[in-house]
């Protein structure tokens, strides 16, 4: 029986992971459930799996949620904050940690998990975005293990050899590569970019995601940030990292080897199917998504992608290539840029170029230890707000 605590579990992630808990309660015990403010849609998780903890992120949501467990009969202790937070992810109590907390936010949690040895099914690309070598030393030394939840990454984690040990060269491969659905503005004009609104933006043509990701993924940023956490996880140089535009999403991402092989993972778009492996690794089990109907499918289209219609794919790239703290400042800004957009402040084509304009305006330094990078986090957050305001 394993004992899980989800950190972001009222989020689409979140949400996804008790589906497929609910589908094998003889498997799954929930630990733990946490999330920020969505005190209501908490509660009901908390009638439906009856946690020992339950975190939010303040007082007044903590006693809101203690109003609305008032009477329910379950043994759910309620606690709030960010250190309850890294407090729940490194419990004795819970063998499994989901990190699905969306943004910066995430990364205490997660490196605590990580820190004291979980199971570490990881939803939260930005950990490894912001603290890269750090986060992948600490599961080395704790002896923690690190699966993959995002679908691009999950997918290559199924394609890679089973004993993998993060030497690409001598396993053979010539490149990953990354799929992207190109999000709703694949094919719209360029020059109406500047004028679409936040609704526009968050319509995933095939996922079901929360705004801001959603956001992400219509400038491709949200690709930008997996090729940087593909390399964390996979050890693998920016040089043999590769994006193509699939629209379909039914192939999630591919491993090339050297000797012509190119094995995909397919399946349809629906994260409980990554889920669903993360939490049984190396089972497989029953995770609710239909079956993939290829002959219904018919076609499977690819396609390089346009820079020029996503540059913040192409900042991405040169974060990673640049290194020290440069994928945390990429972070930090697209994370306040995109928040401005959804507040409607700017417009659409303003994201990329605040975080271009921060990246320049930011000296890169060293990245060795947590404080300095959430220094760098914090540091970044107040220069694109005043770039914002100015």
């Not at 799954?28 to 020992?52: G, M």
């Not at 490894?128 to 293990?145: C, H, K, P, Y």
């Not at 959603?214 to 956490?229: P, Q, R, W, Y």
């Not at 089990?285 to 020029?308: M, Q, R």
């Amino acid at each position: 029986m394993q004992k899980l605590c989800i950190l972001g579990s009222t989020g689409s992630i979140g949400v996804s992971t008790l589906d497929v808990v609910a589908r094998h309660p003889d498997r799954y015990q929930v630990f733990a459930l946490t999330a920020h403010s969505q005190v209501e849609k908490l509660a009901l998780q908390c009638e439906q799996f009856n946690p020992q903890i339950a975190v939010v992120g303040s007082a007044k949501a903590a006693s809101e949620l203690q109003r609305l467990l008032l009477g329910k009969n379950l043994k759910t202790e309620v606690s709030y904050g960010s250190q309850a937070l890294c407090d729940v992810a490194s419990s004795v109590d819970c063998d499994t940690v989901m990190a699905a907390i969306v943004g910066a936010a995430g990364l205490p949690a997660s490196l605590a998990a990580a820190r004291a040895g979980k199971k570490v099914l990881l939803a939260n690309k930005e950990a490894l975005v912001m603290s890269g070598q750090i986060f992948i030393n600490t599961v080395r030394d704790s002896g923690a293990t690190l699966l993959p939840i995002d679908s691009e990454h999950n997918a290559i984690f199924q394609c890679l050899p089973h004993n993998y040990n993060r030497h690409p060269s001598e396993y053979g491969i010539s490149k990953i590569i990354l799929t992207a659905s190109g999000g709703p503005f694949l094919n719209r004009n360029l020059e109406s970019l500047s004028d679409v609104t936040p609704d526009e933006a968050v319509a995933h043509p095939n996922w079901v995601m929360g705004r801001k990701i959603s956001i992400d993924s219509a400038t491709m940023m949200n690709k930008g940030l997996e090729v940087i956490e593909a390399h964390w996880l996979f050890a693998t140089p920016a040089e043999q990292i590769e994006v193509l535009i699939h629209p379909q999403s039914v192939i999630h991402s591919m491993v090339s080897y050297n000797d012509g092989s190119v094995l995909a993972q397919m399946g349809n778009p629906d994260m409980r199917t990554p889920i669903a492996y993360g939490l049984a690794y190396p089972e497989r089990i029953a995770s609710g998504v239909a079956p993939l109907d290829l002959v219904k499918i018919a076609k499977l289209h690819f396609e390089a992608p346009d820079f020029k219609r996503f540059p913040c794919l192409d900042l991405a790239y040169a974060a990673l290539k640049a290194g020290q703290t440069a994928s945390t400042i990429l972070n930090a800004s697209n994370e306040v840029a995109v928040q401005a957009f959804l507040d409607g402040k700017i417009g659409f084509r303003m994201i990329d170029q605040i975080i271009a304009r921060v990246l320049d305006k930011i000296a890169l330094s060293s990245a060795d230890d947590i404080e300095s990078i959430l220094e760098c986090d914090k540091e970044t957050r107040v220069i694109t707000q005043a770039l914002l305001a100015s």
